[in-house]
């Protein structure tokens, strides 16, 4: 790749994209050069260079590499390659990923994946690659020393290495660490000296025991699960998380290696458990298999079988029994109820090595009868188990944390085994799962726990022995614990911390320690038999190389020698298998399990081959004949056919699938409901969050026909902290308010506070102004139900609290603002669903209508959308759910039931012969009604099929009268049509009317939303400006805190800088006279050589001064370091310096060897040559050492000054920033920022976007006001004489605009009826019964939740009583339960009271008191006065609560409340008081209440009767029904009522069937009365009653004789009789009316004045109530404003005591600052007057030279005299520079320092070198002279440049310390600067 130079000079325009796209690089490591250059080491393998200010990136490209370097490249390539797994490709050294760089002044050291450390020799864009060492581990990062001589390389495992480049050698290893934490250790047999650990990452350690040492290490590259040592041999299984485990060999400690491994089965290998004779290795894995192998290397570790048990295994406890030669091993097993544990227990014999098959199947499973496999059940859910011998268990229980000891008893398996109880629990003193560990000799018991504490118990008494705390509990606790053979050591490993410790015993009972040792020793004994045998195997197998990432090993390096398996006496043959199945690849590659199951499956294979041909035969031909029937059955008849499933034969099969099925199905339902659980959660989350709290939840109204809706505002309910705020803030409002009334109204304060008279007149104006207009304000909210004049006045916010306590009363007015709209707001939603009520009943007509006329139209429906129900989105609907819905079986067979019943009642109703006789004849009904007028026909005359002109005479009279009956059906056909499409279309009309009307309401109701949320957005607006102004505020505070911080630090840093300047310049002067002296004495060796050897010949001499000048080479060391270093030659440290006079020391040897001596010198003289040249080099190098040092000195001196120059800058920026940041508050706290409503059109700017007012003014309105009253005065006169012609033109316009208005609504109404007649209706039925029922289900939760919030808690619900005929009503007081801590309190304040009062009591009984508490007489009178008026009256105690059921006598007086504890006891005792009020008046409520009922009940008995006058009479008229309303009866708001409920009741399939049965059960009573004649002959005579009551007279009639129909004078006379009696009994009978109606008449009214009498005396009880309500409400404010002034003067009391403590700190802080600048001003006035002698010695000697001057030059003529003179008071211009520095300084012309002060010396100079040229020189006048003259010249303008400098100085400090400083100092400087 080549290099890509960017420039920022040169622009790159890309052609082609596909040419422009770069490969992208990812950097992982970069470092800095000396030269602010960065190199980056990139993934690719890129180097690439950066420079930094340039901005430009290069890729550095290698050169060629020579051939040795590609000669070492091509060996480390092949090491590597050698180290990669078979079929690997080798890593390229040049292309590994770099994961870090470091520089130095050879170049670029790199390193990373490869592990190889490279060196890159830069030059140029080109590098040359050196490969310096190897690691074989990836190197993470490098670091240098200090010196640069060391190079440090760390790897990511953490191990540190290093490398000196100057050398050039290898690595040298100085820390090897591990990352990953222990997971286990044992120890090696015999326990006492080695043990062995294992970390979870799989690497393996050997550790020395008696000091900790680590002996050795061995990474397996896989991580570890479980590890153990054989107590048998030097061997150690290391079980892995693949189910494999290794075997290594640890008879040589140091050097342990891998020589074999088995892989078992896929799952883990949990633990791993040795028996203690060493024979069986038991290993726990997954699934519930513990397999047993053999242990010892001879039998090279083979699997004897596996023993699968039911459920999971926690642990095991392994047991050896040398008596009876067997292995017990017992598994704890987790039941899973959690209440309990199981053991199981199986025996291992010694025969299982030896004849393995007789125990095993095929499968390599152990059966249970062999192994003896018992199970017992214990009590206790345990986590950890251990057996002792003679069946005993210690359980660790993780329920109770507690230890449970069992005797098991021998039991065999069963199905239902009995539960053995623990006979002892021991207390464990842990948390957290635990883990038991048994002792070799089972006398200990180690218990450990996630707390990291080890338990030993003594397993007889279970005693504890011994605690330690091992580890920490945060980092888990522990892990596991192991005792050594000889039970002297405990290994500890915890679990999370990468801990290992080790304990050993240090008291212990001499018995317990002997029988420890007797147990190792006869363990020892047993396993010594076989120890060196299986060793002497062990270590004839050869090592073993596996790849973790395959289950196969690489080849073995050697085989096994035929003389150590014949001294192993092992037999190794091919028929065994275990040997030669080591080697095998295919094999290894399956797991044990898997092998076992591939040789059964072979064997049956290979046995049943014959059998299985033979089925697969059968099978065939069965396939075949199934196939043919079912061929057959489908040509044969439908009803011979059989079903599809006749021809399964695999039954069984054919349900196992649809078992699977329904676990399919099983399981995807719980998916779903899972996951519409979490949905629900969720959705109660956004409910809890974002619907909940809101009491106005967030909803609109759309209109009907328009695209219109308004929304209202959704508002959270105000928390009881804002409403205290925002009442705190009211009163205080109230108390300003009331105070500057209070000031107004004072004389005195309008005395002090009079105004001149323009500004008196000005504030009258602006107030006249604010009170006639809200332009002021700033906003209408006044206009829309806003109270703006509790707000402060925006020319006043000027304090913090003002504008604070302004934002929460303009929150306050937002809340009603948006309250006022919101009511609104409801009362149009409400309309709008009575406004759909209608239009649905409407519907219900108009689709009658369409019905009747067989019109498919259809029916517009509104309905209310989601937005205006927005408690449809906590619902869902039916009809979202587009799936189909699941039915179970009984819900499926029950509908399948239902559909049957409805066929067949169908089937039935079709044979009905009567109804269908009747459906043919009358339309199934027995009458016609108008309604069945359209579905009438006359049925045609049968004859009408023959020719006309064979009809007789009587078949034309029949066809004639048929016409005229369908040609009048017809007629009344049309005319019944006409009706249905009249009130059709005003059906219509009024539905279009009523919404249309209701789209205007909701048009009105968005303008005032629009309005409504400008005049928010206006205190908005407000609120917005004063949280800036606050902000702001703070802001300036902040930044002013922060400056004066920064200026005190700087202040400290500058006093610093300048004391180390003092002691720098000290130390260098000092320092110089060193280094002057060594110079000299460096001097005086040089000049002393030729006086010391003057006496040699010439030449001797000469050649002695040639070797005396010649130096030894400079070290190669120095020239190394010096070079490798990339930042500059810094002088070394003294040990450095002393290295370098070591090298020096040796090189002159070399240079003082004889072999250097000049022929014929004396030896004694080379001597002392040698000696004196020594002298003189070693002078020579303290020369340079200390020129050195005084350089850096001095650098060190300029870079103090440089900082101390930078501190003075910052100083005064700080400076100018304080002053500035105080201008700027200043100007914020005057410059207030106002909001004014300006009407539209009356604000003049040439801007056409948002204004800007920032450069605008205030101005009073009066002078606006005049000169618009003098424009309006000129513009009056011309509007006069303007209206004349306006009113003869306006009814000209007036005319034609009613023309054009006609016209346009003669074209509106045309319109509107062609749009009615081509308008489409669309029908919108929807299906609402789920969404009402969620909604009322919603409804319900939130009526419950307010239930129990606000209505349980009350012991007394809130109610009232009303008024019968009086608007006003009586509310009680709500009240609810005090809580046993109030009774408490009040119980113990009234306790006190009483002993105070009997104390008091007391103390006026007793004469002794009486005389030491004798008052002065007038005290004595004054008190004697009040206890006469308490007495009298209750005035002092300031309230009537005595004569409304309050006890003031347990009150304090209220002059005695002087401490805190008698205020709080007051404030409880009120309380009470006001709880006894309220009672009180509430049983006088509760009579009321109850006598209203008791009226309301009689008043229902009257209007009973009423009500039947009323119908005598027959007479319709309202009866007054008083009755309870909701608020007198607030219970009835927990309840719905039927009459609530708008929608129709939604009736389920079983009720609709109940329904239609009953209607059709009445209307079959019905026909059955209507056919019944002596009924009907009943009521055509009596009107269905035997005898007339006197109720019934008025209803009474006498029937008329029938011959009335006939003329008078065909009557003939026994008819005449006949009418002669009826008149008669006609007349007695109106007489018996008139007479019973009078009667009836008095009775009603008599009940009425009955009613209206009572009802009228409770109105003046109700009215005595309300009268005593208020004296109530009076006696309850009045004790009620005592507990507010005490409260008051509790916080008063408090904030006084708080002040006085801040007043006393504040107090000792100004005193120390005051002492502190009395000693300034002292020290300084003292230093000031030591200078100003210096500054009086300057001005005397000012004055000499002016006087010398004339007496210098006076032999001069007098003209050049004069001339001179002139010259003399010249002075030149001030320096440009000076000038600039003066005024660019904020602080005034204050002195420089003393540079700046040489700087103005020198400018000073070079003017005074341009004055005293020659040019300047007067004519005759002697060079010489004016020589003389520039130089006394120049001494008087240096003096007086000195005596101003002075002289300012001084000055500067008398303005400083002038206030303070004293008279006589003061005018020592003024006279002294009075001359200037």
């Avoid at 303009?810 to 669903?833: G, P, W």
């Avoid at 003092?1062 to 260098?1068: D, F, P, R, S």
């Avoid at 003075?1208 to 105080?1222: A, C, H, M, N, P």
């Avoid at 007479?1635 to 009613?1651: F, G, H, P, Q, T």
Wanted: charged share 35%; proline share 3%; glycine share 4%.
């Amino acid at each position: 790749m080549a290099p890509l130079l960017v420039s920022p000079e040169i622009n790159v325009f890309p052609i082609d994209p596909r040419d422009s796209a770069k490969p992208s690089v990812h950097p992982t490591a970069h470092c800095w050069t000396a030269t602010s250059e960065i190199y980056l080491g990139c993934k690719e393998g890129y180097v690439m260079a950066i420079d930094a200010e340039r901005g430009s990136v290069s890729v550095l490209q290698q050169k060629p590499l020579p051939e040795y370097v590609c000669k070492v490249s091509d060996i480390v390539s092949y090491v590597r390659g050698a180290q990669k797994k078979k079929g690997g490709k080798p890593e390229d050294p040049q292309q590994s990923v770099l994961f870090a760089v470091a520089f130095c002044n050879g170049g670029l050291y790199a390193a990373g994946n490869g592990g190889v450390l490279f060196f890159y020799h830069i030059k140029d864009l080109q590098y040359e690659t050196k490969i310096c060492v190897d690691i074989l581990k990836p190197i993470s990062s490098l670091i240098f020393s200090p010196d640069y001589a060391v190079l440090l390389l760390v790897t990511d495992q953490g191990t540190i290495y290093a490398y000196k480049p100057a050398h050039s050698g290898e690595a040298v290893k100085l820390l090897d660490t591990c990352s990953s934490c222990f997971l286990t250790a044992d120890f090696l047999t015999p326990g006492d000296k080695y043990c062995v650990s294992v970390t979870i990452s799989g690497e393996v350690q050997v550790w020395f025991l008696e000091d900790g040492t680590c002996l050795s290490k061995l990474n397996l590259d896989i991580q570890a699960t479980a590890m153990a040592c054989c107590p048998s041999s030097s061997s150690v299984a290391v079980g892995t998380i693949r189910g494999q485990i290794y075997f290594l060999d640890v008879t040589k400690a140091e050097a342990p290696r891998v020589v074999h491994r088995i892989f078992l089965s896929k799952f883990p290998v949990l633990s791993l458990h040795y028996d203690q004779s060493g024979r069986f290795l038991i290993t726990r894995a997954a699934e519930g298999h513990i397999f047993i192998l053999d242990a010892r290397p001879s039998k090279l570790f083979q699997v004897l079988g596996y023993v699968a048990l039911a459920d999971e295994v926690l642990d095991l406890s392994v047991v050896s029994d040398f008596n009876k030669d067997l292995v017990e091993v017992a598994a704890l097993l987790n039941v899973g109820a959690g209440q309990r544990a199981r053991l199981e227990v199986f025996y291992l014999p010694s025969e299982l090595t030896t004849d393995n098959d007789e125990y095993v199947n095929d499968q390599g499973m152990f059966d249970a009868s062999a192994i003896k496999q018992e199970r017992y059940d214990l009590d206790c859910p345990l986590s950890s188990a251990v057996r002792l011998k003679d069946n005993i268990v210690y359980g660790y229980c993780t329920s109770g944390l507690f230890i449970c000891k069992y005797h098991l008893t021998e039991k065999t398996i069963s199905e239902d085994p009995s539960v053995f109880l623990s006979e002892k629990r021991i207390r464990s003193n842990q948390f957290g799962s635990g883990i038991l560990c048994l002792s070799p000799n089972g006398r200990w018991l180690a218990s450990a726990a996630n707390d990291g504490v080890l338990f030993v118990y003594h397993t007889p008494t279970m005693d504890i022995l011994a605690r330690m705390h091992c580890h920490s509990y945060q980092g888990g606790g522990i892990r596991s614990t192991v005792f050594s053979l000889d039970s002297k050591f405990i290994l500890v490993i915890g679990k999370n911390d990468g801990a290992l410790v080790c304990l050993k015993w240090k008291k212990i009972k001499n018995t317990e320690a002997e029988e420890a040792d007797l147990h190792w020793r006869s363990l020892l004994a047993i396993l010594n038999k076989s120890t060196s045998n299986e060793n002497t195997v062990l270590q004839s197998m050869a090592e073993r190389h596996f790849d973790p990432e395959s289950t196969a090993e690489s080849l073995p390096e050697g085989k096994f020698k035929d003389a150590s398996l014949k001294s192993s006496n092992v037999e190794v043959t091919e028929e065994d298998g275990n040997v030669t199945s080591s080697y095998s690849a295919n094999t290894n590659e399956m797991t044990w399990i898997d092998q076992k199951m591939k040789k059964v499956i072979r064997e049956e294979t290979e046995r049943f081959a014959n059998q299985k041909k033979e089925l697969q035969m059968g099978i065939k031909k069965l396939h075949e004949t199934i196939q043919k029937m079912m061929h057959e059955n489908e040509l044969v008849p439908d009803i011979e056919k059989l079903e599809q499933q006749e021809f399964n034969l695999d039954v069984e099969e054919q349900e196992r699938a649809q078992e699977k099925a329904e676990e399919e199905v099983a399981r995807v339902r719980k998916e779903i409901e899972m996951e519409n659980l979490a949905n629900c959660y969720l959705q109660s989350v956004i409910k809890h969050e974002c619907w909940d709290p809101m009491c106005v939840k967030g909803r609109a109204v759309k209109c009907f026909h328009i695209a219109s809706e308004v929304k209202n505002y959704p508002m959270k309910e105000r928390t009881e902290e804002e409403l205290k705020i925002l009442e705190k803030v009211l009163q205080l409002k109230k108390i300003e308010t009331a105070d500057d009334e209070a000031q107004k109204k004072n004389p005195e304060t309008e005395s002090e506070t009079v105004l001149p008279e323009e500004e008196r007149e000005k504030t009258e104006d602006v107030t006249a102004d604010d009170n006639a207009s809200s332009c002021l304000i700033g906003s209408l909210s006044s206009q829309y139900g806003g109270d703006t004049s509790i707000l402060y006045h925006q020319l006043d916010l000027h304090s913090r609290e003002q504008k604070v306590n302004q934002i929460v009363l303009l929150k306050d007015i937002i809340y009603k603002l948006k309250t006022a709209f919101n009511k609104e707001f409801d009362i149009v939603a409400q309309q709008k669903e009575q406004e759909i009520e209608r239009v649905k009943e409407r519907n219900l007509r108009i689709r009658e209508i369409l019905e009747q006329l067989d019109l498919q139209l259809e029916v517009w429906e509104p309905a209310l959308t989601d937005d205006e129900i927005p408690e449809r989105a906590l619902t869902v609907q039916d009809s979202e759910i587009k799936v189909e819905k699941y039915l179970t079986q009984e819900e499926r067979e029950k509908a399948e039931m239902l559909a049957k019943l409805e066929m067949e009642r169908r089937l039935a109703e079709k044979d009905n012969d009567r109804l269908r006789a009747l459906n043919d004849m009358m339309g199934g009904v027995l009458e016609v009604k108008k309604e069945d007028v359209l579905k009438m026909d006359i049925p045609p005359p049968p004859f009408l099929s023959k020719p006309e002109h064979l009809w007789n005479e009587e078949e034309k009279r029949i066809f004639r009268e048929y016409e005229i009956k369908v040609k009048e059906l017809n007629e009344e056909k049309e005319e019944y049509r006409r009706a249905l499409e009249d009130e059709l279309k005003k059906l219509k009309a009024s539905i279009q009317e009523t919404t249309r009307n209701f789209d205007e309401i909701v048009c009105k109701l968005s303008e005032r939303k629009v309005k409504s949320e400008m005049v928010v957005y206006q205190e908005e607006l407000k609120i917005v400006n004063l949280v800036y102004a606050l902000l702001l505020d703070e802001e300036l505070d902040t930044r002013k805190a922060g400056l004066h911080n920064f200026l005190v630090k700087k202040e400290k840093e500058k006093d610093k800088t300048t004391k180390t300047l003092q002691t720098t310049e000290h130390k260098i002067v000092a320092y110089m006279d060193t280094y002057e002296n060594a110079i000299v004495e460096e001097k005086k060796l040089e000049c002393g050589f030729t006086k010391e050897f003057a006496d040699l010949p010439a030449d001797l001499l000469n050649e002695l001064s040639q070797l005396y000048k010649r130096r030894p080479e400079a070290p190669v060391t120095e020239m190394a370091f010096d070079t490798a270093n990339p930042y500059g030659n810094c002088s070394g440290s003294a040990e450095d310096y002393k290295d370098a006079r070591t090298l020096l020391r040796k090189s002159m040897d070399e240079l003082d060897s004889p072999e250097y001596m000049p022929n014929g010198l004396d030896p004694s003289i080379w001597e002392r040559f040698c000696l004196a040249r020594r002298n003189k080099m070693e002078t020579e190098e303290l020369v340079k050492q200390k020129d050195r040092t005084l350089a850096e000195m001095q650098a060190f001196l300029q870079r103090r000054m440089d900082d101390d120059e930078k501190i003075k800058s910052e100083l005064e920026g700080i400076f100018q920033e304080l002053r500035w940041v105080q201008e700027e508050k200043k100007k914020f706290q005057r410059n207030l920022t106002v909001q004014f409503l300006l009407k539209q059109g009356q604000v003049e700017l040439e801007s056409t976007g948002i204004p800007d007012y920032s450069d605008a003014i205030l101005i009073n309105s009066n002078v606006i006001e005049e000169l618009n009253s003098s424009i309006m005065a000129q513009g009056r006169k011309k509007i006069a004489s303007m209206v004349e012609c306006k009113d003869f033109s306006k009814v000209i316009f007036h005319l034609e605009w009613e023309h054009k208005k006609m016209r346009m609504q003669i074209e509106d109404l045309e319109q509107k009826a062609r749009d009615i007649a081509t308008l489409s209706i669309s029908k919108d039925r929807q299906l609402v019964r789920k969404e009402i029922e969620m909604e009322n289900l919603a409804n319900c939760y939130l009526q419950s939740v307010i239930k129990h919030e606000c209505w349980d808690p009350m012991c007394v619900k809130g109610r009232a009583v009303k008024c019968f005929h009086i608007a006003s009503e009586v509310k009680n007081y709500p009240m609810k339960e005090r809580t046993e801590e109030e009774l408490k309190i009040l119980e113990k304040v009234l306790q006190l009271k009483k002993i105070e009062t009997a104390d008091d009591e007391a103390q006026k009984k007793n004469p002794e008191t009486e005389s030491e508490t004798v008052l002065p007489e007038e005290e004595r009178e004054k008190t004697e006065d009040v206890t006469a008026d308490d007495n009298a009256s209750s005035c002092l105690i300031g309230s009537l609560s005595s004569q409304y059921g309050g006890d003031t006598s347990i009150l304090y007086h209220q002059l005695d409340l002087h401490s805190r504890e008698q205020k709080v006891n007051q404030i409880v005792l009120l309380k009470d008081i006001i709880y006894k009020l309220k009672t009180a008046f509430n049983k006088e409520f509760d009579i009321v209440a109850q006598q209203k009922e008791q009226e309301i009940e009689r008043v229902k008995e009257r209007n009973l009767r009423i009500r039947e006058i009323l119908e005598q009479l027959d007479l319709q008229l309202e009866v007054w029904e008083p009755a309870l309303t909701d608020d007198e009866i607030p219970e009835r708001a927990l309840t719905v009522q039927d009459s609530e409920i708008k929608v129709e009741k939604y009736l389920t399939q079983e009720e609709r069937e109940k329904a239609e049965m009953l209607a059709k059960l009445e209307m079959e009573r019905r026909l059955a009365e209507k056919d019944n004649d002596r009924l009907r002959a009943l009521n055509d005579m009596m009107g269905g009653v035997l005898e007339v009551k006197k109720e019934d007279v008025l209803k009474m009639d006498i029937p008329p004789p029938p011959f009335l129909s006939k003329p008078e004078h065909l009557w003939n006379e026994e008819e005449k009789r006949i009418f002669r009696e009826y008149e008669i009994k006609v007349k007695e009978l109106n007489e018996e009316k008139e007479e019973y109606r009078r009667a009836l008449e008095d009775e009603l009214k008599k009940l009425k004045a009955s009613i209206q009498e009572t009802t009228r005396n409770f109105d003046e009880i109700v009215c005595k109530l309300s009268e005593r309500k208020v004296k109530s409400e009076m006696v309850v404010y009045q004790e009620e404003l005592k507990i507010v002034n005490l409260v008051y003067a509790l916080l008063l009391d408090e904030e006084l005591d708080t002040r006085k403590a801040g007043l006393h700190n504040f107090l000792v802080k100004k005193e120390k600052e005051k002492d502190k600048t009395t000693k300034t001003l002292q020290t300084t006035e003292h230093k000031i007057v030591a200078y100003m002698d210096t500054y009086e010695n300057a001005i005397v000697e000012e004055k000499k030279l002016e006087c010398g001057f004339t007496k210098e030059f006076a032999d001069l003529p007098a003209d050049l005299l004069n001339e001179l003179s002139q010259l003399y008071k010249r002075r030149p211009e001030a320096p440009v520079t000076e000038m600039a520095f003066d005024t660019a300084n904020p602080y005034g012309n204050c002195s420089g320092s003393a540079e700046d002060y040489k700087h103005a010396r020198t400018l000073l100079r070079k003017s005074m070198d341009e004055l005293d040229s020659p040019e300047y020189m007067p004519n005759g006048l002697d060079p010489s002279i004016w020589e003389r003259f520039c130089l006394a010249r120049r001494n008087k303008m240096e003096t007086e440049e000195l005596v101003c400098k002075i002289l300012y100085f001084s000055s500067i400090l008398l303005d400083i310390f002038g206030s303070d400083s004293s008279t006589e100092f003061k005018c020592r400087v003024k006279s002294l600067a009075l001359p200037y």
